[in-house]
């Protein structure tokens, strides 16, 4: 059975950290890709950062670059999405999703979706 599941949510400060993490089983971790997405309330899912396992390559959406590191320790199928100087903006519930080859921006593809985590910024 393919699981994803999310920790590491909580209430932080406005320029305050936060690590998420997201643990994968039930697949080949090596051959699949894991992004993280959130989704604020009233708002469409916005793709945040994405790691293909496979060759590490990393993206990030333009709202995170240079404030959120995504990692991927393979020995663990654990993927990390490191928050730094978070923002009232960032306050949403955050997925992992896994998608097979690389990372893609389109959310449709990917296969298996977490629960979510939820992250809140007070100002």
Not at 62 to 76: C, L, P, Q, Y
């Amino acid at each position: 059975e393919v699981q994803l599941v999310e920790s590491g949510g909580g209430l932080v400060q406005a320029g305050g950290s936060l690590r998420l993490s997201c643990a994968a089983s039930g697949f080949t971790f090596d051959d699949y890709a894991i992004g993280w997405i959130r989704q604020a309330p009233g708002k469409e899912r916005e793709g945040v950062s994405c790691i293909s396992s496979s060759d590490g390559n990393t993206h990030y959406a333009d709202s995170v670059k240079g404030r959120f590191t995504i990692s991927s320790d393979n020995a663990k199928n654990t993927v990390y999405l490191q928050m730094n100087s978070l923002k009232p903006e960032d306050t949403a519930v955050y997925y992992c999703a896994a998608k097979t080859s690389g990372c893609s921006p389109e959310l449709q593809e990917y296969d298996y979706w977490g629960q979510g985590t939820q992250v809140t910024v007070s100002s």
